[in-house]
């Protein structure tokens, strides 16, 4: 069953929390980025996080951030995985999540100019670098670092590539069936598309989105089944002449 895990980023209040989790969302993702709009201390993160329900993930996100800032940050909440959106080189993203012993994302800020080559390198250069590389976030190069609800050449990225990825940036209601049926990213993440205002989710929207994620998904499976019923068919065998 084809199924694209979903983040929902830029949580600072506890409604939108569980109206993400309500909605099927499979990580909520926390901005302890001070000149973020969404951003939230490890103090106004633990209770957020400790409200989750098993099987929904806590995402810390971090712009250039040290070791003492995110051990905090680990240390006042259930954080399953850190998102690292800076300008951290591939060593600093392993000490840090090495220190903490917490797995990583790093987030590559897709450029016009950005190369498939690019990101396919960056990859590998980020396996070979740490146990703790979970993968790739492909979100929009914007000066202000992340956020911005733009979207960028989603053909960019190689198709070997895209079952690795989380793709980002822009997403929205009216674009997440095309993402995921064009893409099929491991995983989708939004954050501006499903707001109200700079901070403050819709629940709404949060929900049309999941659901168009979903519906994305549902189109990817009857074809992947119509593949292999047509696959197992008598006379689909190479070489038959029936
Ligand atoms: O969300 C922020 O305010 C933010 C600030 C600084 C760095 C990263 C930030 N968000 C990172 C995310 O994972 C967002 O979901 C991603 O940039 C996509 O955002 P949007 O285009 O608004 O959906």
Request: hydrophobic share 45%; proline share 7%.
């Amino acid at each position: 069953m084809h199924r694209t895990r979903i983040k929902i980023c830029g949580i600072t209040r506890a409604q939108d929390a569980h109206a993400a989790v309500a909605s099927g969302a499979d990580a909520l993702g926390f901005v302890f980025y001070p000149k973020s709009p969404r951003y939230v201390s490890p103090a106004q993160f633990a209770p957020l996080a400790a409200s989750l329900p098993p099987y929904v993930s806590a995402v810390a996100l971090f712009v250039n951030a040290g070791v003492d800032e995110v051990r905090a940050v680990v240390e006042a909440g259930p954080v399953a995985l850190l998102q690292f959106h800076g300008d951290e080189t591939v060593d600093a993203c392993a000490r840090i999540a090495d220190a903490v012993k917490r797995p990583f994302v790093h987030a590559y800020r897709v450029k016009p100019d950005t190369t498939p080559r690019e990101l396919l390198e960056c990859e590998l250069a980020y396996r070979a670098a740490s146990p703790w590389f979970s993968g790739l976030l492909l979100d929009t190069y914007v000066d202000a670092y992340g956020g911005a609800g733009k979207v960028f050449d989603w053909s960019l990225i190689p198709k070997e590539l895209a079952p690795r990825v989380v793709l980002s940036g822009g997403l929205s209601v009216q674009n997440a069936t095309s993402a995921v049926v064009r893409v099929r990213p491991w995983a989708v993440d939004i954050s501006s598309g499903v707001e109200a205002a700079r901070g403050i989710k819709d629940a709404r929207r949060i929900a049309d989105f999941i659901a168009a994620v979903r519906a994305a998904d549902a189109t990817i499976e009857s074809e992947q089944t119509h593949e292999r019923s047509t696959r197992s068919s008598p006379g689909s065998e190479p070489g038959s002449t029936r």
